[in-house]
């Protein structure tokens, strides 16, 4: 009787450690998992800024473009009268 309830001890306590070494091991999985696209969306964040920045500069070139040509049809016209 002392050996079966020695064995059904052990038996307990083995799986009690065992759940907790994979707790702490899948914890230790998700954390490198959620590192990786934490840092990924950092990157995918930083890439749409810089491409938001560079049609913001395009747009404001064009504009200026625009308004050289505006300015001069204005003074042709201008010089026509």
Known sequence: MSKLL???IAAVFAVS?????????M???DDKAGAAP???KAADQ?????KKA???AAKKEKNA???KNQ???SKKEAEKK
């Open 65 to 67: 473009k625009a308004t």
């Open 71 to 73: 300015e001069a049809e």
């Open 6 to 8: 020695s064995i059904l």
């Open 27 to 29: 914890k230790a999985a």
């Open 46 to 50: 930083k890439a749409a800024a810089e």
């Open 38 to 40: 934490a840092e990924q």
């Open 54 to 56: 560079a049609k913001k």
């Open 17 to 25: 450690t065992g759940s907790v070494f994979a707790a702490s091991h």
